[in-house]
């Protein structure tokens, strides 16, 4: 296996709060939320204890307008990705910050978003499948042939 790397992640758990989306100069959309996912386990005196950690997730395009429209806070939800760490210099302290966070590429949502139980899910570069989504990019925003890939500069927040 010389030579082959693996960075994947794959969560399951609950929204903290609803997604924030933005945009970056050139009109990307970019979403970021948190992702709450617990634990159950025996501490040494055999009592249950609950632990919940958080993650921070940013999804970009298609798939950070549709957790705009439709994530809510609390809602549980799928999320595959990679793991990506940025920097940036305090402007106060002037010293070095980092954040590790998850890139997604896939999206589920559970438990369904109406009466109805209704799910979907979507992946990038995906087609819709069997759901309800249109997943084609809005025709107000156009694409642009050849730009640019999306740099840690370009993320709004």
Known sequence: ????????????????????VKYTPQGTPVAKLTLATNERYKDKDGQ???R????NIVLWQRLAEIAGEYL??????????RLQTRSWEDKQTNQKKYMTEVVANDLV??????EGGESGGFSRGASAGNNN??????????VAAGSSPISDEDIPF
Do not use: C
């Not at 919940?52 to 993650?55: D, K, L, P, R, S």
């Not at 949502?109 to 109406?114: A, H, Q, T, V």
């Open 109 to 114: 949502l559970l438990g369904g978003r109406s």
């Open 48 to 50: 249950w204890q609950d």
């Open 1 to 20: 296996m010389a030579g082959k790397s693996v960075n994947k992640v794959i969560l399951i758990g609950n929204l903290g709060k609803d997604p924030e």
């Open 52 to 55: 919940t950690e958080w993650h």
């Open 133 to 142: 989504f249109d997943q084609r990019t809005p025709e107000h925003e156009p």
């Open 72 to 81: 809510k806070k609390g809602g549980k939800v799928y999320i595959e990705g």
